[in-house]
């Protein structure tokens, strides 16, 4: 049976397919035809090669479904057999192309151990930075002659736009990370002449979107970050180079638990005008509560540290699932911690609350400086802070992603006092030398 493919490509397109890079990227504008291209490069490859494994990644698995399991089928009819329950199509040359979703930020953990000579991700800024590292570790292949490689179709905007925004169009470059790997196509919806014929209303529809999804999705703009939570945030306003830090500043401390997921724990201290400097980070996974605190209090050294707030949940009973992670049935993470000599206070964990808290902080005060600024060492704040996105339900919240060390800023902030009452407890502070005022109302400790 011949495999008879419909449709040119255009002349994008056909770039995207001529790429050799090791991570080639199609992107920008929305209808410019890069899930078609996509779709198209893979069956050519798997055609072309004998024995291929090939990955083709989407978020969801609707998405999935419209975008490409149907086309597919109705292209490959008669050409390849297709397993339902696997989502793989099988070629006669013994290439296959396996579909899969990751919905959740651990799904792509089921690709552990799995090798792809070719891994093709779908709206790759739907994908987290460590989504996208950990697939790269499974793109490899024993076929002679053939280089592993990644295809990435992409819009600017949600979780991935930094990492695809720093790779491939800012191209800024880490010591691990070959220049030459990267190559980016740039996707107009004006190249796809065949939609435009078809669907004329497309480019108004386009139009017609609110400035700053028409600047993402029409002009595919990378400047512009659709869906950022905190647009506040600007490396360059609260971004500083360590430095020696006073004795006299107060420190604490903040963590966001997790074991499969990471765990954050920062580090604050604050200038006796109440501004916050984050000065430290420690972001491991996998690591148990002994050894977390360990870690904690090797960084930490003979530092003075007032307090340490933690997430609520610590103080719940998790039962046997601690068991394995070497504390007994019936403890909760916290006495855990306690044991290991390192005491926390249970963190203000209201979310809207606590984001407006972060807000409040990161803008500019009287003279220009922000309430809050972190120290350039602590890399995956950095990261984490500007990738948080809106939460489509509930736009007053920030949506689940990779926020474990916003979520330990935020428990930080919430310790603190609200930054428009920070001079009056700037002002009784000053009336109470001994530190001996009582806790706030609400049970947190100002300092
Ligand atoms: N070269 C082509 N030949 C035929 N149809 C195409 C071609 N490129 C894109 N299309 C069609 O144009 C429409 C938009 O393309 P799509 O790949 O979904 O765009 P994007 O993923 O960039 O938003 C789809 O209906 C697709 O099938
Ligand atoms: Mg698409």
């Not at 000579?117 to 739907?126: D, K, L, Y």
């Not at 460590?130 to 949600?158: D, H, I, K």
């Not at 006796?272 to 904690?296: C, F, I, K, N, S």
């Not at 809106?390 to 428990?411: M, V």
Request: glycine fraction near 8%.
């Amino acid at each position: 049976m011949q495999l008879t493919l419909n449709g040119e490509p255009n002349p994008r397109q056909r770039e995207f397919f001529l790429s050799r890079a090791r991570h080639t990227a199609y992107g920008g504008a929305r209808g410019g035809g890069k899930s078609w291209a996509m779709r198209r490069k893979l069956v050519l490859l798997a055609a072309n090669y004998d024995g291929l494994n090939i990955l083709l990644l989407r978020r969801t698995l609707p998405e999935l479904r419209e975008n490409h399991i149907l086309p597919l089928l109705k292209e490959l009819y008669g050409f390849a057999d297709y397993n339902a329950t696997e989502h793989v199509f099988d070629f006669p040359n013994g290439s296959r192309i396996k579909l899969g979703y990751c919905d959740s930020l651990a799904d792509v953990y089921q690709y552990q151990g799995q090798e792809y000579a070719v891994i093709g991700m779908e709206e790759a800024t739907h994908f987290t930075e460590e989504q996208q590292q950990f697939l790269a570790t499974c793109n490899r292949t024993a076929v002679p002659g053939f280089s592993p490689r990644m295809y990435y179709t992409c819009n600017p905007g949600n979780v991935g736009h930094a990492w695809v925004k720093r790779l491939f169009i800012d191209r800024q470059f880490r010591e691990d990370e070959d220049p030459d790997d990267y190559a980016f196509i740039p996707a107009r919806v004006w190249d796809n002449k065949v939609l435009l014929t078809a669907d004329p209303g497309y480019v108004k529809q386009l139009m017609a979107l609110p400035e700053e999804l028409r600047r993402a999705h029409l002009d595919g703009d990378w400047d512009v970050h659709a869906g950022q939570y905190f647009r506040e945030f600007s490396r360059q306003r609260h971004v500083v180079a360590p430095y020696a830090i006073p004795d006299y500043y107060r420190r604490f401390r903040s963590m966001d638990w997790g074991y499969n997921d990471p765990c954050c724990v920062l580090w604050h201290a604050v200038d006796p005008e109440g501004r916050v400097v984050t000065y430290r980070e420690l972001y491991v996974r996998e690591t148990r509560p002994d050894e977390v605190a360990r870690m904690v209090k090797d960084m930490t050294g003979d530092e003075q540290i007032a307090y340490t707030v933690a997430s609520p949940d610590l103080w719940q009973n998790r039962g046997a699932m601690l068991a394995a992670k070497g504390g007994f049935e019936g403890e909760t993470l916290a006495e855990l911690f306690m044991k290991s000599g390192l005491g926390m206070i249970p963190a203000d964990s209201s979310r809207v609350a606590g984001w407006q808290r972060v807000r409040d902080y990161l803008a500019p005060q009287a003279d220009g400086e922000p309430r809050w600024k972190c120290f350039s060492d602590c890399a995956n704040l950095i990261r984490t802070l500007p990738a948080l996105q809106y939460d489509e339900r509930n736009r007053e919240d920030a949506a689940d992603g990779e926020d474990h060390a916003p979520e330990a800023l935020r428990y930080g902030l919430m310790s603190r006092p609200h930054a428009a009452k920070a001079k009056d407890e700037r002002s009784m502070r000053a009336f109470d030398p001994l530190g001996m005022r009582p806790q706030r109302r609400d049970g947190y400790m100002s300092i």
